[in-house]
């Protein structure tokens, strides 16, 4: 390992990063397409609904005693990450907003690890977490955003508790990342599901007249954005640390910004601009700084 940290991605493996981004960058533009017709816990329970069923002939059974990480794991990236991110992308004037504030769980992460685990925080990390925070209050004076903040409220929620996933994934012994999808998708789709039907309009009529544009964005979200994104992540760290990764994919929220102004017309003013360019230059430097660290941050799957 010592000696792929003097190596960077090159050749193939960059053409697989682009592919890894260009995945999730796309996934935002499908599932705002398909939230037009699908309420966001439905359609957060039908991508895990296939997830799931995709996944299961692979899973492996967790360790003994790992259970209720596991669970907590699964509930908070599955359920209120997933479920809170559709319902900011339905509710966002744009895709950039939702794309760059997801990034947000980095130093919500940090911060977290530093809390619960007693990992220190170098003055240049503090500096970065700092800058990341800062870029998202100027991101939402932006007039797009304040049309309708609610979206960008429920986004840092949602990134709030995908950080709390991502520290607590640290701690699970014996599972590969396809088992945590799996557990991830059947431990989650319940409770969607079920919270869909308490709190959301009837689900019968939305599945019955859902458009092919719909259910293109349920299977495009469990299949090329977990399965096909995630699967060539997994396959790219068994060559590189994942520290010397996740700078390249701070490109997916840019790509997807300009989806969203190529395909949807989003009009992204100067503040969006800025206040994202902060959020991800401290999002980089802290993936540079991890560089340096045992565990750096997983990335996020993406809403």
Known sequence: ?????????????????????????????????ALREFPPLLFTGLRLVLLGALLLPFLKRPAPGQ?????????????LHFGLSFWALSLSATLASPAIVMQSYVPMAALLAWWWLGERIHWRTGAAIALSFSGVLVL??????????????????????????????????????????????LVGMVPLLAASALIEPDMRPAIAHASWVAWFGVAYA??????????????????????????????????????????????????????????????????????????????????
């Not at 209720?68 to 599955?78: D, F, I, K």
């Not at 990134?159 to 999808?181: H, T, Y």
């Not at 994202?276 to 401290?282: C, D, K, N, T």
Request: proline share 6%; hydrophobic share 55%; glycine share 10%.
């Open 1 to 33: 390992m010592a000696e792929r940290q003097h190596h960077g991605l090159v050749g193939r493996d960059l053409a697989l990063v682009a592919l890894i981004c260009l995945a999730w960058a796309g996934n935002f533009l499908t599932s705002k397409l």
């Open 67 to 79: 259970w209720p990480r596991l669970t907590a794991v699964c509930l908070c990236n599955g359920v």
């Open 140 to 185: 939402g004076f932006d007039p797009a955003v304040l049309h309708s903040p609610e979206g960008l409220v429920l986004m840092l929620v949602s990134a709030f508790f995908l950080a709390i996933g991502s520290v607590l994934m640290r701690r699970l012994k014996g599972l590969d990342m396809v088992s945590q999808q799996g557990w991830t998708a």
């Open 222 to 303: 469990a299949v090329i954005a977990s399965l096909v994104g995630h699967g060539l992540y997994y396959l790219l760290l068994q060559r590189h640390p994942v520290a010397q990764v996740t700078p390249y994919l701070l490109s997916a929220p840019v790509l997807a910004t300009l989806l969203g102004i190529a395909v949807l017309h989003d009009r992204v003013g100067p503040r969006l601009w800025l206040g994202g360019a902060m959020v991800l230059g401290g999002v980089l430097a802290i993936a540079l700084r991890n560089l340096t660290r045992t565990r750096p941050m997983p990335p996020a799957e993406t809403a």
